[in-house]
């Protein structure tokens, strides 16, 4: 990406320059790895008055906890869409996950 523009991106190939654009109403900028839990601190700090603004809890997800790749900051949204308002599980996750492990080269 080369440019940021009113309703559209402007992109370059890697091998030739050739530039072109690519409508967009929006664009994330997924550019540090760096964890920004303020506003989860910020919030837990006024706790005391979540109550009258009908707020039952707070919960710090995806790369404002840990920086990682966006299938993981994708899966943290969901699960928590999934589990909103129920009991917290922690890591005892409902499914099993494959694990490999490379063998002697």
């Known amino acids: 990406m080369t ?11 890697t091998y030739t320059d050739r530039r072109s654009q690519i409508a967009a ?5 997924v550019a540090s790895r760096q964890g920004d839990d303020a ?7 006024r706790q005391a008055e979540w109550a009258d603004a009908g707020i039952r809890s707070v919960k710090l997800i995806g790369d ?3 920086p990682a ?3 993981w900051a994708t899966y943290a ?10 009991a917290d599980i922690g890591d ?8 490999t492990e490379l063998g002697p080269l």
């Open 64 to 66: 404002a906890s840990a």
């Open 25 to 29: 109403d929006a664009v994330v900028m």
């Open 3 to 13: 440019a940021v523009q009113a309703g559209a991106v402007e992109v370059n190939c």
């Open 39 to 45: 506003l989860f601190n910020d919030l837990m700090a």
């Open 69 to 71: 790749p966006i299938a």
């Open 77 to 86: 949204g969901h699960r928590y869409a999934r589990e909103l308002d129920t």
């Open 92 to 99: 005892a996750l409902p499914f099993r996950r494959e694990v």
